[in-house]
T-cell receptor
Framework: AQRVTQPEKLLSVFKGAPVELKCNYS??????LFWYVQYSRQRLQLLLR??SRESIKGFTADLNKGETSFHLKKPFAQEEDSAMYYC?????????FGQGTTLQVKP | DTEVTQTPKHLVMGMTNKKSLKCEQH?????MYWYKQKAKKPPELMFV???????INESVPSRFSPECPNSSLLNLHLHALQPEDSALYLC?????????????FGSGTRLTVV
């Protein structure tokens, strides 16, 4: 069965520190993976798609099929990065979310 | 217009009431979705419409009834809900259901069942 696992409920770092939000998936096939972000009192919005291999707001994510991971990284965290981050897998017309990780960036 | 608009933003209803949630997009997207989100939990898929036809129902109780009158509109009709149905109901759209180019989400309707 397809599943997305985000092992950390909360990740707390200081401003300027590197950030890595972990995401592992289980899926037999070629996955379509995404990161979504939900800032306080704002709507859920797409941050990254693995297929486009882009960098948004300094965040990158690389698909590692061997480790079935799609970790989100940023070299220097900013306070405005504080939000809830969801890793998501798209399969057979459905987008399935992980449990989410709250990123807290302290000044 | 690059947004998904949901109305109302807040709704309080009794267990015997009938109400409807509305979702609208004018991006030409052909797939639309309803999700339910409880506090501090991820969104859970309820329904998927593709080209105005219901393509996925995630075993949602019949007290939730979706409707897609046209390619821009998606409704969720509510009847005889339970207090545990209180949640944030999110609508989303995407260009198509088959490949995911990324969903655009609305800001949601916060539903309280009393």
């Amino acid at each position: 069965a397809q599943r997305v696992t985000q092992p950390e409920k909360l990740l707390s770092v200081f401003k300027g520190a590197p950030v890595e939000l972990k995401c592992n998936y289980s899926y037999s096939g070629s996955p379509e993976l995404f990161w979504y972000v939900q800032y306080s009192r704002q709507r859920l919005q797409l941050l990254l798609r693995h297929i486009s291999r882009e960098s948004i707001k300094g965040f990158t994510a690389d698909l590692n099929k061997g480790e079935t991971s799609f970790h989100l990284k940023k070299p220097f965290a900013q306070e405005e990065d504080s939000a809830m981050y969801y890793c998501a897998l798209h399969n057979t017309g459905k987008l399935i979310f992980g449990q989410g990780t709250t990123l807290q960036v302290k000044p | 217009d690059t947004e998904v608009t949901q109305t109302p933003k807040h709704l309080v209803m009794g267990m015997t009431n009938k109400k409807s949630l509305k979702c609208e997009q004018h991006m030409g997207h052909r797939a639309m979705y309803w999700y339910k989100q409880k506090a501090k939990k991820p969104p859970e898929l309820m329904f998927v419409y593709s080209y105005e036809k219901l393509s996925i129902n995630e075993s949602v109780p019949s007290r939730f009834s979706p409707e897609c009158p046209n390619s821009s509109l998606l409704n969720l009709h509510l009847h005889a809900l339970q207090p545990e149905d209180s949640a944030l109901y999110l609508c989303a759209s995407s260009p198509g259901q088959e490949r995911n180019y990324g969903y655009t989400f609305g800001s949601g309707t916060r539903l309280t069942v009393v």
